[in-house]
């Protein structure tokens, strides 16, 4: 009696199993029909143990509604929340700021309307200077040290007399020589910038760009002063402009030199005149006009561009009679302790040197005008 009981229930498992999906039900089938053959093998000495199996198969298939209902209001709401968002996406779409949610249109990505704050940089930390001047007059000269301020030179005058042939019984001519004593007095030509600690740490280019910014600025500072020194002691020209080209007036000017003996080792010119005497004619001076390996050359003789030269102005003659006199040479020192540096949190670079120029003969040197008449 109690095996049809066990057959009965197992019956009803099993309708209630088909209505399961086969995924789901699997696992509950394989333990009914593991029952069934113990029943067919021994009705009566199992009915026990096939109690126990048959409600361990009814926990399970109730475990099995248990899940399937969960899985189903899972979906059922998780559809309804689809169907929510499907029949309401206009107005989701309009939300702003202060509501909910706020839905930008899709679209194609750019820098303007994608990103906020600056996009990555790459820093090149040698600054692009303002250029020097290419040429000083440092560069054209001679260079005299000195332990002192002052520098004196002995320079030769006209004298009296002559050498000449002596006639027989009478004496001989007298020559006699006059001299000046010249003093050229060095001094400082300097300058200094102050900058923040801060300003150091935070801008690393800073540390190469001072030094180099003030050597190029003391350079030009200098060539100023020496110009001025020149212009001033120079013999000035006597040249006559009239129906000349620029280079015709350097070759006068040549020869007046030549033929006071002095030579002529270099002429300088603003770099516009430079080039107004590339321009020059070719049946004007072909002869003597040239330009070689990117140099201009008069006669041979080398022809610089100066910027610290004004414009239609000109120097030529022999460059070997000026020197620059240097009592103190170029420094240039950092202090963190000048004046309030030390509790302001400065740094003070100063540039330096004791100088002076000596245009120690005056006739060898010719300084000219384009425009004069």
Same mark, same amino acid.
Request: net charge negative.
């Given at each position: 009696?109690?095996?049809?009981?066990?057959?009965?229930?197992?019956?009803?498992?099993?309708?209630?199993?088909?209505?399961?999906?086969?995924?789901?039900?699997?696992?509950?089938?394989?333990?009914?029909?593991?029952?069934?053959?113990?029943?067919?093998?021994?009705?009566?000495?199992?009915?026990?143990?096939?109690?126990?199996?048959?409600?361990?198969?009814?926990?399970?298939?109730?475990?099995?509604?248990?899940?399937?209902?969960?899985?189903?209001?899972?979906?059922?709401?998780?559809?309804?929340?689809?169907?929510?968002?499907?029949?309401?996406?206009?107005?989701?779409?309009?939300?702003?700021?202060?509501?909910?949610?706020?839905?930008?249109?899709?679209?194609?990505?750019?820098?303007?309307?994608?990103?906020?704050?600056? !996009?990555?940089?790459?820093?090149?930390?040698?600054?692009?200077?303002?250029?020097?001047?290419?040429?000083?007059?440092?560069?054209?000269?001679?260079?005299?040290?000195?332990?002192?301020?002052?520098?004196?030179?002995?320079?030769?005058?006209?004298?009296?007399?002559?050498?000449?042939? !002596?006639?027989?019984?009478?004496?001989?001519?007298?020559?006699?020589?006059?001299?000046?004593?010249?003093?050229?007095?060095?001094?400082?030509?300097?300058?200094?910038?102050?900058?923040?600690?801060?300003?150091?740490?935070?801008?690393?280019?800073?540390?190469?760009?001072?030094?180099?910014?003030?050597?190029?600025?003391?350079?030009?500072?200098?060539?100023?002063?020496?110009?001025?020194?020149?212009?001033?002691?120079?013999?000035?020209?006597?040249?006559?402009?009239?129906?000349?080209?620029?280079?015709?007036?350097?070759?006068?000017?040549?020869?007046?030199?030549?033929?006071?003996?002095?030579?002529?080792?270099?002429?300088?010119?603003?770099?516009?005149?430079?080039?107004?005497?590339?321009?020059?004619?070719?049946?004007?001076?072909?002869?003597?006009?040239?330009?070689?390996?990117? !140099?201009?050359?008069?006669?041979?003789?080398?022809?610089?561009?100066?910027?610290?030269?004004?414009?239609?102005?000109?120097?030529?003659?022999?460059?070997?009679?000026?020197?620059?006199?240097?009592?103190?040479?170029?420094?240039?020192?950092?202090?963190?302790?000048?004046?309030?540096?030390?509790?302001?949190?400065?740094?003070?670079?100063?540039?330096?040197?004791?100088?002076?120029?000596?245009?120690?003969?005056?006739?060898?040197?010719?300084?000219?005008?384009?425009?004069?008449?």
């Amino acid at each position: 009696m109690e095996a049809l009981e066990i057959k009965a229930a197992l019956e009803g498992i099993k309708a209630q199993v088909e209505t399961k999906t086969s995924e789901n039900a699997v696992e509950v089938k394989s333990l009914i029909e593991a029952l069934e053959g113990k029943m067919t093998a021994d009705k009566d000495a199992a009915v026990l143990e096939l109690k126990n199996d048959l409600k361990a198969i009814q926990d399970h298939a109730d475990k099995l509604d248990l899940k399937l209902q969960s899985k189903s209001t899972s979906e059922s709401k998780e559809d309804s929340l689809v169907k929510s968002i499907n029949d309401n996406f206009v107005s989701i779409k309009e939300v702003r700021k202060g509501n909910a949610v706020q839905v930008k249109a899709v679209g194609d990505m750019a820098l303007g309307t994608n990103l906020t704050g600056a !996009q990555p940089k790459d820093y090149n930390f040698d600054v692009v200077m303002m250029p020097g001047q290419a040429v000083n007059v440092s560069d054209l000269i001679g260079s005299v040290s000195i332990s002192g301020g002052t520098y004196t030179y002995p320079r030769e005058g006209a004298g009296e007399g002559s050498i000449a042939g !002596q006639t027989e019984g009478l004496s001989k001519s007298q020559r006699d020589y006059d001299f000046t004593m010249v003093d050229v007095n060095t001094d400082f030509l300097a300058g200094f910038t102050r900058y923040s600690k801060k300003m150091a740490n935070n801008l690393p280019f800073l540390t190469s760009f001072i030094p180099k910014a003030l050597r190029r600025d003391y350079a030009k500072a200098e060539n100023a002063s020496f110009n001025t020194v020149l212009a001033g002691a120079a013999t000035a020209s006597t040249v006559i402009i009239t129906g000349k080209t620029k280079a015709e007036m350097l070759v006068d000017d040549m020869s007046k030199l030549e033929d006071a003996d002095y030579s002529v080792n270099g002429i300088v010119v603003r770099p516009s005149d430079y080039y107004s005497i590339l321009k020059t004619p070719k049946d004007n001076l072909a002869a003597i006009v040239s330009f070689e390996g990117g !140099q201009l050359r008069l006669n041979g003789i080398n022809v610089y561009k100066a910027t610290w030269l004004a414009a239609n102005k000109y120097f030529i003659g022999d460059w070997s009679r000026i020197n620059k006199i240097v009592t103190e040479g170029l420094s240039l020192e950092f202090s963190e302790v000048e004046g309030t540096n030390f509790v302001k949190n400065n740094i003070t670079a100063r540039i330096e040197a004791q100088v002076a120029l000596a245009v120690e003969q005056p006739a060898a040197i010719v300084y000219g005008d384009f425009t004069a008449i």
